[in-house]
Protein backbone atom coordinates (compact mmCIF):
# COMPACT_ATOMS: atom_id res chain seq x y z
CA UNK A 1 0.00 0.00 0.00
CA UNK A 2 1.56 3.01 -1.37
CA UNK A 3 1.85 5.67 1.32
CA UNK A 4 1.98 9.59 0.19
CA UNK A 5 3.82 10.23 -2.85
CA UNK A 6 4.86 13.51 -4.51
CA UNK A 7 6.38 14.90 -7.49
CA UNK A 8 9.00 15.97 -8.35
CA UNK A 9 11.25 15.48 -5.48
CA UNK A 10 13.33 18.97 -6.62
CA UNK A 11 12.20 21.97 -8.42
CA UNK A 12 14.33 24.83 -9.64
CA UNK A 13 12.56 27.96 -10.68
CA UNK A 14 13.66 31.52 -11.47
CA UNK A 15 11.57 34.41 -10.40
CA UNK A 16 8.47 35.27 -11.61
CA UNK A 17 7.95 31.84 -13.06
CA UNK A 18 5.18 29.68 -12.38
CA UNK A 19 5.37 26.26 -10.50
CA UNK A 20 3.00 23.08 -10.19
CA UNK A 21 3.21 20.06 -7.57
CA UNK A 22 2.09 17.01 -7.68
CA UNK A 23 0.49 14.93 -4.49
CA UNK A 24 -1.16 11.39 -5.14
CA UNK A 25 -2.50 10.42 -1.11
CA UNK A 26 -2.61 7.28 0.75
CA UNK A 27 -5.13 4.70 -0.43
CA UNK A 28 -8.25 5.61 0.99
CA UNK A 29 -7.93 8.89 1.94
CA UNK A 30 -10.60 11.66 0.50
CA UNK A 31 -8.73 14.61 2.07
CA UNK A 32 -5.66 16.28 1.10
CA UNK A 33 -3.80 19.48 3.05
CA UNK A 34 -0.52 21.40 1.60
CA UNK A 35 1.76 22.82 4.07
CA UNK A 36 5.29 25.26 3.33
CA UNK A 37 8.23 24.21 5.25
CA UNK A 38 10.85 26.88 4.87
CA UNK A 39 13.99 26.58 6.60
CA UNK A 40 14.69 26.21 10.05
CA UNK A 41 10.98 26.45 10.45
CA UNK A 42 7.84 24.04 11.28
CA UNK A 43 5.42 23.40 8.67
CA UNK A 44 2.93 26.14 7.40
CA UNK A 45 -0.73 25.59 6.66
CA UNK A 46 -1.40 26.87 3.14
CA UNK A 47 -4.69 24.94 2.16
CA UNK A 48 -7.08 21.62 2.35
CA UNK A 49 -9.02 19.67 -0.24
CA UNK A 50 -11.75 18.27 0.12
CA UNK A 51 -14.31 16.73 -2.66
CA UNK A 52 -12.43 18.88 -4.94
CA UNK A 53 -13.24 21.83 -3.42
CA UNK A 54 -10.62 24.06 -1.19
CA UNK A 55 -12.38 23.66 2.35
CA UNK A 56 -9.84 25.73 4.69
CA UNK A 57 -6.75 28.18 3.93
CA UNK A 58 -4.22 29.65 5.52
CA UNK A 59 -2.68 33.15 5.63
CA UNK A 60 -1.34 32.93 2.01
CA UNK A 61 -1.45 35.12 -1.05
CA UNK A 62 -4.14 34.06 -3.93
CA UNK A 63 -0.48 33.39 -5.52
CA UNK A 64 -1.12 29.71 -4.12
CA UNK A 65 -3.53 27.93 -5.81
CA UNK A 66 -4.83 24.22 -6.20
CA UNK A 67 -6.62 21.89 -6.55
CA UNK A 68 -8.38 18.15 -6.10
CA UNK A 69 -9.05 15.67 -8.80
CA UNK A 70 -12.17 13.25 -8.76
CA UNK A 71 -9.24 10.58 -7.29
CA UNK A 72 -8.54 12.62 -4.51
CA UNK A 73 -5.15 13.50 -6.32
CA UNK A 74 -3.77 17.17 -5.67
CA UNK A 75 -1.58 19.85 -7.42
CA UNK A 76 -0.38 23.10 -5.78
CA UNK A 77 0.12 25.75 -8.28
CA UNK A 78 1.95 28.62 -7.18
CA UNK A 79 2.31 32.30 -9.80
CA UNK A 80 4.77 34.86 -9.93
CA UNK A 81 7.27 32.95 -8.12
CA UNK A 82 9.40 34.94 -5.20
CA UNK A 83 12.64 34.10 -3.87
CA UNK A 84 10.71 34.20 -0.64
CA UNK A 85 8.41 30.74 -2.05
CA UNK A 86 12.11 28.57 -1.77
CA UNK A 87 10.68 25.91 0.27
CA UNK A 88 9.71 22.08 1.38
CA UNK A 89 6.08 21.71 0.04
CA UNK A 90 4.70 19.10 1.67
CA UNK A 91 1.33 17.01 0.90
CA UNK A 92 -0.39 15.33 3.69
CA UNK A 93 -3.64 12.98 3.43
CA UNK A 94 -5.97 11.91 5.84
CA UNK A 95 -9.83 10.77 6.12
CA UNK A 96 -12.11 13.83 6.45
CA UNK A 97 -13.85 12.76 9.68
CA UNK A 98 -12.29 14.10 13.24
CA UNK A 99 -12.45 10.98 15.03
CA UNK A 100 -10.22 10.03 17.63
CA UNK A 101 -7.89 7.81 14.76
CA UNK A 102 -7.87 10.88 12.44
CA UNK A 103 -4.24 11.26 11.50
CA UNK A 104 -2.62 13.35 8.69
CA UNK A 105 -0.04 11.33 6.48
CA UNK A 106 2.45 13.19 5.15
CA UNK A 107 4.69 12.54 1.87
CA UNK A 108 8.15 13.70 1.30
CA UNK A 109 7.90 17.03 -0.18
CA UNK A 110 9.06 18.86 -3.13
CA UNK A 111 11.90 20.79 -2.59
CA UNK A 112 11.29 24.48 -4.66
CA UNK A 113 14.39 26.18 -4.92
CA UNK A 114 13.86 30.02 -7.00
CA UNK A 115 16.90 31.68 -8.57
CA UNK B 1 -5.95 31.43 16.04
CA UNK B 2 -3.54 29.14 17.15
CA UNK B 3 0.01 29.15 17.91
CA UNK B 4 2.85 26.49 19.49
CA UNK B 5 5.91 27.22 21.26
CA UNK B 6 9.16 25.30 21.14
CA UNK B 7 11.15 26.34 23.68
CA UNK B 8 14.37 24.53 22.59
CA UNK B 9 15.82 24.80 19.09
CA UNK B 10 19.07 22.43 19.65
CA UNK B 11 19.45 19.56 21.82
CA UNK B 12 22.27 17.55 22.19
CA UNK B 13 22.28 14.21 24.36
CA UNK B 14 24.52 11.26 25.23
CA UNK B 15 22.83 8.27 24.80
CA UNK B 16 20.96 6.81 27.93
CA UNK B 17 20.13 10.53 28.91
CA UNK B 18 16.58 11.40 29.67
CA UNK B 19 15.05 13.60 26.84
CA UNK B 20 12.28 16.40 27.78
CA UNK B 21 11.12 19.15 25.31
CA UNK B 22 8.84 21.40 25.87
CA UNK B 23 5.65 22.41 23.79
CA UNK B 24 3.45 25.23 24.61
CA UNK B 25 0.23 26.31 22.67
CA UNK B 26 -1.85 29.27 22.58
CA UNK B 27 -6.14 28.54 22.25
CA UNK B 28 -9.19 29.20 24.11
CA UNK B 29 -10.98 25.96 22.89
CA UNK B 30 -10.43 22.37 22.85
CA UNK B 31 -7.60 20.98 21.17
CA UNK B 32 -5.93 17.75 19.78
CA UNK B 33 -1.90 17.51 20.03
CA UNK B 34 0.54 15.65 18.16
CA UNK B 35 4.26 15.26 18.39
CA UNK B 36 5.88 14.54 14.87
CA UNK B 37 9.54 13.01 13.89
CA UNK B 38 11.51 13.98 10.99
CA UNK B 39 13.92 11.14 10.73
CA UNK B 40 17.21 12.25 8.48
CA UNK B 41 16.13 11.89 4.90
CA UNK B 42 12.36 10.47 6.08
CA UNK B 43 8.92 12.08 5.75
CA UNK B 44 7.12 13.36 8.62
CA UNK B 45 5.76 10.53 10.83
CA UNK B 46 3.52 10.73 13.65
CA UNK B 47 5.37 9.91 17.02
CA UNK B 48 1.76 10.57 19.58
CA UNK B 49 -1.11 11.88 19.58
CA UNK B 50 -3.37 13.35 22.43
CA UNK B 51 -7.52 13.94 21.91
CA UNK B 52 -9.13 13.15 25.15
CA UNK B 53 -9.17 11.02 27.78
CA UNK B 54 -5.91 10.27 30.00
CA UNK B 55 -3.40 12.89 29.72
CA UNK B 56 -0.21 10.97 29.60
CA UNK B 57 0.39 10.04 26.07
CA UNK B 58 2.57 6.71 24.76
CA UNK B 59 3.59 6.83 21.63
CA UNK B 60 5.94 4.65 18.92
CA UNK B 61 9.58 4.10 20.04
CA UNK B 62 9.27 4.71 23.95
CA UNK B 63 7.89 8.31 23.54
CA UNK B 64 5.20 9.43 25.71
CA UNK B 65 4.02 13.27 26.36
CA UNK B 66 1.76 14.82 29.19
CA UNK B 67 -1.06 17.21 28.45
CA UNK B 68 -1.05 19.92 30.86
CA UNK B 69 -4.57 21.81 30.58
CA UNK B 70 -3.73 24.61 33.33
CA UNK B 71 -0.27 25.04 31.43
CA UNK B 72 -1.13 24.79 27.57
CA UNK B 73 1.52 22.35 27.27
CA UNK B 74 2.43 19.05 25.96
CA UNK B 75 5.83 18.14 26.87
CA UNK B 76 7.81 15.29 24.79
CA UNK B 77 9.13 13.09 26.71
CA UNK B 78 11.60 9.63 26.98
CA UNK B 79 13.38 7.60 29.45
CA UNK B 80 16.26 6.98 27.85
CA UNK B 81 17.61 8.06 24.38
CA UNK B 82 19.46 6.19 21.78
CA UNK B 83 21.63 7.26 18.89
CA UNK B 84 18.88 6.60 16.27
CA UNK B 85 16.49 9.01 18.47
CA UNK B 86 18.47 11.89 15.98
CA UNK B 87 15.78 13.76 13.87
CA UNK B 88 13.86 17.10 14.32
CA UNK B 89 10.94 16.79 16.18
CA UNK B 90 7.46 19.00 15.99
CA UNK B 91 4.91 19.60 17.96
CA UNK B 92 1.39 20.68 16.34
CA UNK B 93 -2.08 21.41 17.82
CA UNK B 94 -5.53 21.50 15.99
CA UNK B 95 -8.73 23.06 16.78
CA UNK B 96 -11.33 20.69 17.99
CA UNK B 97 -13.78 22.47 16.56
CA UNK B 98 -12.49 23.26 13.02
CA UNK B 99 -11.01 21.07 9.95
CA UNK B 100 -7.90 19.62 9.93
CA UNK B 101 -5.46 22.72 10.00
CA UNK B 102 -1.92 21.66 11.76
CA UNK B 103 -0.29 24.48 13.50
CA UNK B 104 3.04 23.41 13.69
CA UNK B 105 6.36 24.74 15.80
CA UNK B 106 9.14 25.84 14.95
CA UNK B 107 10.81 22.32 16.00
CA UNK B 108 13.85 21.28 17.83
CA UNK B 109 16.90 19.30 16.12
CA UNK B 110 17.91 16.32 18.67
CA UNK B 111 21.79 15.01 18.16
CA UNK B 112 22.27 12.03 20.34
CA UNK B 113 26.22 10.95 20.76
CA UNK B 114 26.98 7.33 21.31
Known amino acids: DAGVTQSPTHLIKTRGQQVTLRCSPKSGHDTVSWYQQALGQGPQFIFQYYEEEERQRGNFPDRFSGHQFPNYSSELNVNALLLGDSALYLC??????????????FGPGTRLTVL | AQSVSQHNHHVILSEAASLELGCNYS??????LFWYVQYPGQHLQLLLK??????LVKGIKGFEAEFIKSKFSFNLRKPSVQWSDTAEYFC????????????FGTGTRLLVSP
Open chain 2, 92 to 103: AVRAYTGFQKLV
Open chain 2, 27 to 32: YGGTVN
Open chain 1, 92 to 105: ASSLSDRGPHNEQF
Open chain 2, 50 to 55: YFSGDP
